[in-house]
T-cell receptor, first 110, second 113 residues
């Protein structure tokens, strides 16, 4: 079952912040975040493991609420290069299926 | 280092024809995955493999078969193509579940007429 992402799309000015949410109905082992530029393959940003710490990648960070089976990706002081579609992927403890959400399209404008 | 290579990159099929997509990785990864990507639906898992000789069903396995006879290769087959299988197909590989990073191929665009 695919995780649910929100919002579907967000438009930002350079320097603004945004939050992308990801939730699952299943008990999660890990949450992954990827970014895909138009016409390209998805690229790994970070993984959050159950019991692990909040991660960061430049000015992009994420958290994982294990009790609620939710994760949030934080885009801070957005740059033009942050534009793309962001996908969260989730994995349960019982199998190795990595299921992705439908994606959140981020557009950063000058 | 080639990483993950998918062939072919483009293919047009007629309904009922069969074909095989090949995914090859040179990173000695255990895990390999096949996804399809359709507008508004994100990446949907078709089949995956956790090691040579193993395969398992993902979220949308119907109409597809896979094989992992060699560790470096993961084949996706369509026995009787249907227009609903028109999509962009991505293969990905990963070392282990805790490291997490999947490396994706460039994608294969398949059109079924």
């Amino acid at each position: 079952q695919q995780p649910v992402q929100s919002p579907q799309a967000v438009i930002l000015r350079e320097g603004e912040d945004a939050v992308i949410n990801c939730s699952s109905s299943k008990a999660l082992y890990s949450v992954h975040w990827y970014r895909q530029k138009h016409g390209e393959a998805p690229v790994f940003l970070m993984i959050l493991l159950k019991g692990g710490e909040q991660k960061g990648h430049d000015k992009i960070s994420a958290s994982f609420n294990e009790k609620k089976q939710q994760s949030s990706l934080y885009l801070t002081a957005s740059q033009l290069s942050y534009s793309g579609t962001y996908f969260c992927g989730t994995e349960t403890a019982h199998d190795y299926k990595l299921s992705f959400g439908a994606g959140t399209t981020v557009t950063v404008r000058a | 280092n080639a990483g993950v290579t998918q062939t072919p990159k483009f293919r047009v099929l007629k309904t009922g024809q069969s074909m095989t997509l090949l995914c090859a990785q040179d990173m000695n990864h255990e895990y390999m995955y096949w996804y399809r990507q359709d507008p508004g639906m994100g990446l949907r898992l078709i089949h995956y493999s956790v090691g040579e000789g193993t395969t398992a069903k993902g979220e949308v396995p119907d109409g597809y078969n896979v094989s992992r006879l060699k560790k470096q290769n993961f084949l996706l087959g369509l026995e009787s193509a249907a227009p609903s299988q028109t999509s962009v197909y991505f293969c990905a590989s990963g070392r282990d579940r805790d490291t997490g990073e999947l490396f994706f191929g460039e994608g294969s665009r398949l059109t079924v007429l």
